[in-house]
């Protein structure tokens, strides 16, 4: 059974950081592609950052150079390290892989950014 938990949201002021985790467990975590998504309040759920199992990563226009997704393969868990946090970026913060053509989330941690 796959399962993803993450942790480290909160709240912070503008200009700010935080970093959120998500240990993943039931799958065989070295090879999947883990990503971090993140939905606000009346929008649509958006993708932040990609990262493969070779550490290859992307990210969406408006987090590129502010935030930094990185695995720690030895402990099933991906990280997703936020600074210059904006207003904006306040939302549900959503850890997620693609096994086969599954797709698994987990429960999501709020992330506040007070301006």
């Known amino acids: 059974q796959v399962q993803l938990v993450e942790s480290g949201g909160g709240l912070v002021q503008a200009g700010g950081s935080l970093r959120l985790s998500c240990a993943a467990s039931?799958?065989?975590?070295?090879?999947?592609?883990m990503a971090w998504y993140r939905q606000a309040p009346g929008k649509q759920r958006e993708l932040v950052a990609r990262?493969?199992?070779?550490?290859?990563?992307n990210y969406a226009d408006s987090v590129n150079g502010r935030f930094t997704i990185s695995r720690e393969n030895t402990k099933n868990t991906i990280y997703l390290q936020m600074d210059s946090l904006k207003f904006e970026d306040t939302a549900v913060y959503y850890c997620?892989?693609?096994?086969?053509?599954?797709?698994?989330w987990g429960q999501g941690t709020q992330v506040t950014v007070s301006s």
């Open positions: 039931g799958i065989i975590f070295s090879v999947n592609t």
């Open positions: 997620n892989v693609l096994v086969g053509s599954l797709n698994f």
């Open positions: 990262i493969t199992g070779g550490g290859r990563t």
